[in-house]
């Protein structure tokens, strides 16, 4: 009876999610009861696997960088959301407070010392301080070559005295 | 084992990290599902994108059961997810099989088919219907579509030691 139960296609109905809610709610029971039904269900879902690993494509590394991005924006909405306002017990702030309302807030600006700007901008950072040392580095280099070129023509200028007299 | 978050540690890093996990096992398997549903590249990953981004810790924790399989609630969720678009496509083969599969090509286990249990086999994985409404489509007896659904299923359990993934 298990047996034929199993060959009837539920199984396959139900991990493809194609089953009647009545179809998956006796499977869920069977599955409790017998074993044998959850040996041929977890039998198929190793065949969805080995379909699925058969057509595989490899994401690009942008794509986990907007679920990661989506998540950050998440974490700072949720470090910056606003606190919920309590009436406080001297009742100094009655007038403020409406009862019956839903929750109540009191708008701020957010003070937040941080700042958010794109991944990208990282690269354009390491660009400018690599350019910046660069630039450093010849500007160092133009003027002790130009010291050295002032040094060699006050020496001549020196020499050319010395001649003429 | 599989980590459950419990209602403590459902904290958005914990989220990311177990996302992270999923995305690194079942992302490329996800992937080249909702592509083969989609036939467009940057739009499929678009849908694996929002996939992993609207789960939510309840279905984090539905997924992350024991005795889950992890893959599967996955690709029911995507196939949930891709139902819109589903419903704009047309069906794999002609329903007379005067052509062959229109949208799926290759597949290897799907060549290996008669042409109803592709019929079949590719309106549910693939554009989500049920045995009742492929039953109503097919003019056929629910039954016989669970029957050519679980034969599709024993060509692919017959043949998938030959495709050298293990």
């Known amino acids: 009876m298990i047996q034929e139960y199993i060959n009837s296609g539920i199984l396959e109905a139900y991990i493809t999610g194609s089953a009647s809610e009545q179809e998956v709610q006796e499977l869920l029971r069977m599955k ?3 074993p044998e039904v959850n040996t041929a269900l977890q039998e198929l879902e190793t065949d969805m696997e080995r379909i699925a690993q058969y057509m595989a494509v490899t994401p690009p590394i942008h794509t986990w960088d907007k679920i990661s991005d989506h998540i950050d924006e998440l974490m700072l909405r949720q470090t910056s959301a606003p606190t919920q306002f309590i009436e406080r017990e001297d009742n100094n702030y009655k007038n403020f407070s409406k009862p ?15 700042m958010k700007v794109h991944k990208t901008w990282k690269w354009v950072f390491i660009a400018v301080f690599v350019l910046s040392k660069i630039f450093l580095a010849c500007a160092i280099y133009f003027y002790l070559e130009n010291r050295q070129a002032q040094q060699q023509l006050n020496d001549l200028k020196t020499e050319l005295h010395q001649l003429k007299k | 084992m599989k980590p459950q978050l419990t209602s403590a540690e459902a904290s958005l890093p914990a989220i990311k990290q177990t996302l992270r996990g999923l995305y690194n096992s079942y992302g490329g398997m996800l992937l080249g599902y909702i592509q083969e549903v989609i036939k467009d590249r940057a739009t499929a990953e678009q849908y694996l994108a929002e996939l992993f981004t609207d789960l939510r810790p309840a279905e984090l924790n539905e997924i992350l059961a024991p005795g889950t399989n992890v893959f599967c609630r996955l690709q029911l969720l995507a196939r949930k997810k891709l139902a819109a678009y589903i419903n704009s496509v047309g069906d794999c083969a002609d329903k007379h099989g005067a052509s062959p599969p ?10 290996m088919m008669s042409h109803e249990q592709q019929l079949v086999f590719c309106g549910v994985h693939y554009h989500g219907k049920s045995i009742t409404a492929l039953a109503a489509e097919l003019n056929q007896p629910e039954a016989a579509i669970r029957q050519l659904l679980k034969e599709s299923f024993t060509i692919i359990r017959n043949n998938r030691d030959d495709t050298g993934v293990h």
Do not use: M, V
């Not at chain 1, 309302?101 to 937040?112: D, M, V």
């Open chain 1, 32 to 34: 409790a009861i017998y």
């Open chain 1, 100 to 114: 019956d309302t839903g929750p109540q807030y009191i708008e701020l600006e957010a003070e937040s010392n941080h």
């Open chain 2, 102 to 111: 229109k949208n799926i090509g290759g597949n290897k286990f799907i060549d």
